[in-house]
């Protein structure tokens, strides 16, 4: 019902540019927020940043100023450039958005992809 799709993943060295690409399919859906996370061997899932659909972000601290997310409502697509890849942010990225079927007044719920690797060399 509510599939998001990952891309761009892959091996980078350090200094390195990357880009993200996540597509969700959500046929008959409401998608409120969107979003990325990651989670790198040992660690907990955590906070990239999330974007609404009037474009607001926010970022988590360590990524500020390294890291842009935008988004695409008319493609149901979120992007996450960053011009400089650090070691320390070699993780599985995930996808999520927030959605609602149009019909139901449930609240809305959590969707996650299957992540992508991206892999920091030195």
């Known amino acids: 019902q509510v599939q998001l799709v990952e891309s761009g993943g892959g091996t980078v060295q350090a200094g390195g540019s990357l880009t993200l690409s996540c597509v969700a399919s959500a046929r008959n859906f409401t998608i409120g927020d969107m979003g990325w996370y990651r989670q790198a061997p040992g660690n907990q899932r955590e906070l990239v940043a999330t974007i609404t659909r009037g474009a607001n972000t926010n970022y988590e601290d360590s990524v500020k100023g390294r890291f842009t997310i935008t988004r695409d409502n008319a493609k149901n697509t979120i992007n996450q450039q960053t011009n400089s890849r650090k070691p320390e942010s070699a993780a599985i990225y995930y996808c999520?958005?927030?959605?609602?079927?149009?019909?139901?007044?449930?609240?809305?719920?959590?969707?996650w992809g299957q992540g992508t690797q991206v892999t920091v060399t030195s």
């Open positions: 999520n958005c927030s959605a609602r079927r149009m019909s139901s007044l449930q609240s809305l719920s959590d969707y």
